[in-house]
């Protein structure tokens, strides 16, 4: 086996201390099928950064390199305050490489994974922001295609009323040029099984609105501790994305009006047409939902719409100075 293509499999160990492109790997702090990320020094700002470097395999693809280039440049140029921004992508020694800014804390499956379900005040401001970085995305034309809780990072927020800043990450700079270039076969798609849209399972043409269906299935597990679809098999959960309606959250969660049910069968349709046109629109519809009923005072049945009270009597001590219409 070529040496460089057994530089981004081997051992974490193997790769820290390196100085690649400019960056000196300190350790790993992520790994999937396709990619390993790192935290690094910018040796050249001294600052730290998530390294992310691609399969050696990718590089050797012209397509895949050109497509590469072009879809770095159009998420560097999206300015988003959720959205984890990147500084610099190209490639060396054999490799294709992505730096974004390092965010410390944790992300939401390690969240949910140590509380739990969250409240709906704190799942719905998580929700609020994956789905501004994803509206912003998408006015660029890029779509995520893998939303899921590893790839939302949560930190520390500014105050009480923001007591969480989420950054949405790993913006999929090469999922649609994997499927372009004959890295993934006919039937196949990229993204987790959990929160993948029907139409990516089928193969069909995605926009948008399979990040909103992908989001749906997110603050679902926020707000139960579990994605929508529970199976047993692989297959079974891709049956189930395609076919079988969406559960009711509320059998879950009680304490929240059944008006949120309806919310996410808009939200995980099994065809885009029936969704919601933009994330925003989802998280919107479902704060809606979820807000409390306002009371109105009750009115006697049958009577007709009642009179103000008038004003109090005045005190005994009062009554001589007033005068009573006659």
Known sequence: MPADRELPQGRPSELVGRRIAGYR???????????????????????????????????????FRQRFSHESRVAAAIDHPNIVPVFEAGETEGLLYIAMRYVPGQDLRVLLD?????????????????????????????????VKPGNVLVAEGTDSDHPEHVYLTDFGLT?????????????????????????????????????????????????????????????????????????????????????????????????????FASCAQFVAALRTAAAPARRTPTQVAGAGPQAPPGPPEPPGWARPVFRRAG
Request: hydrophobic letters at 40%; glycine letters at 6%.
């Open 175 to 275: 999922k649609k040029s994997l499927s372009l270039t004959g890295f993934t076969t006919a039937g196949q798609f990229v993204g987790t099984l959990d929160y993948v849209a029907p139409e990516q399972i089928s193969g069909r043409p995605v926009d948008g609105r399979c990040d909103v269906y992908s989001l749906g299935c997110v603050v679902f597990e926020t707000l139960t501790g579990a994605p929508p679809f529970r199976r047993e098999d692989d297959m079974a959960l891709l049956w189930a994305h395609q076919y079988d309606p969406a559960p009711p959250l509320t059998e879950q969660r009680p304490d929240l009006p059944e008006a949120v049910d309806e919310v996410f069968r808009t939200a995980l349709a099994k065809t885009p047409e029936d969704r």
């Open 25 to 63: 790997v300190e350790r790993e702090i992520g790994r999937g099928g396709m990619a390993v990320v790192y935290r690094a020094r910018d040796l050249r700002l001294d600052r730290t950064v998530a390294l992310k470097l691609l399969a050696p395999e990718l590089a050797r693809n012209d397509l």
């Open 114 to 146: 140590r509380q739990g379900p969250l409240p709906f005040p704190a799942a719905g401001r998580i929700a609020a922001q994956i789905a501004s970085a994803l509206d912003a995305a998408h006015a660029h034309e890029l779509v995520h295609r893998d």
